[in-house]
């Protein structure tokens, strides 16, 4: 007598198949949408978890009768968690005349934006002239 334990595919059993490593991969997916959910949660498109299985019949010819007989099933599975793509809003790139693309970190939005002195954490050099008229 074999010790092989057969299980009808059900709903029900559907975590002991692949010796759990699709109830692994649905849980893993699930905890992937959820924690896009918190990472992002101004974003209000849909998160999805998909689960397709795939049955294909395995069949073997009779020439003695002619037909073709069903000899079992061969199949698999795809998990996919779906989320939301990352976007950024338009950027503003510069081309150079040696044909670099570049881009200000400062100002991401325009590429000709410059910082104020000061700004971008740099010391302001002080104007002697314009300390002379703030003390008359």
Do not use: W
Not at 4 to 16: G, R, S, V
Not at 33 to 56: G, N, Q, Y
Not at 85 to 97: R, V, W, Y
């Amino acid at each position: 007598m074999s010790d092989t334990e057969l299980f009808k595919l059900t709903a029900a059993t559907l975590a002991k198949l692949d010796r759990g490593t699709l109830k692994n991969a649905l849980n893993h997916a699930i905890d992937k949408v959820i924690a896009d959910c918190i990472d992002r949660a101004a974003d209000d498109r849909p998160r999805k978890v998909e689960f397709s299985l795939e049955v294909t019949p395995t069949t073997e010819y009779d020439p003695d009768t002619k037909t073709v007989c069903l000899t079992g099933a061969v199949g698999k599975y795809k998990v996919r968690a779906k989320i939301p793509d990352h976007e950024s809003p338009a950027l503003d790139f510069g081309i150079t005349n040696d044909g670099k693309l570049v881009f200000n970190t400062n100002h991401p939005q325009d590429v000709h934006q410059r910082t104020l002195p000061g700004m971008d954490g740099s010391e302001i050099e002080e104007d002697s002239e314009v300390e002379e008229d703030a003390e008359e």
